[in-house]
């Protein structure tokens, strides 16, 4: 069934391209253009200078745009941002706050991670 269907498909593209290819003449000369009438020059002159009160009203339009913007994303950010405790703990005291380790448990960590380390090295061989 899909086999006919891309048959008929590749047919159906193979016959509308083919008055396409029957153009002939793509890369022959081009043929001459019309002449056309030359329109009658201007009398108005522009100097092609802006007013200095024109650019004083574009820089007060960009300063303001520009504080806008920035009033807008930080208002944002700031909304958006977690609160950062700035002094004391993470975590309150008494609800099971993480302690520093004793010189024993540090102590069972390290034969432990020896032990490890000694494990790997025999499996190597």
Partial sequence: MTRRIALITT???LAVAAPAS???????????AEPTATPAPTTT????ETGSRTLWIILGALVVGFGV?????????????????TAGPVVPEGTGARKPHTQAAKKK??????????ARKAHRR
Wanted: charged letters at 20%.
């Fill in 11 to 13: 047919l159906l593209v």
């Fill in 22 to 32: 029957a153009q002939s003449g793509a890369f022959g000369p081009l043929p001459q």
């Fill in 45 to 48: 002159v522009d100097t092609g």
């Fill in 69 to 85: 913007m920035g009033v807008l994303i930080t208002r944002d950010a700031r909304s958006k941002a977690p609160e950062i405790a």
């Fill in 109 to 118: 960590m390290r034969q432990k991670t020896r032990a490890q380390k000694q």
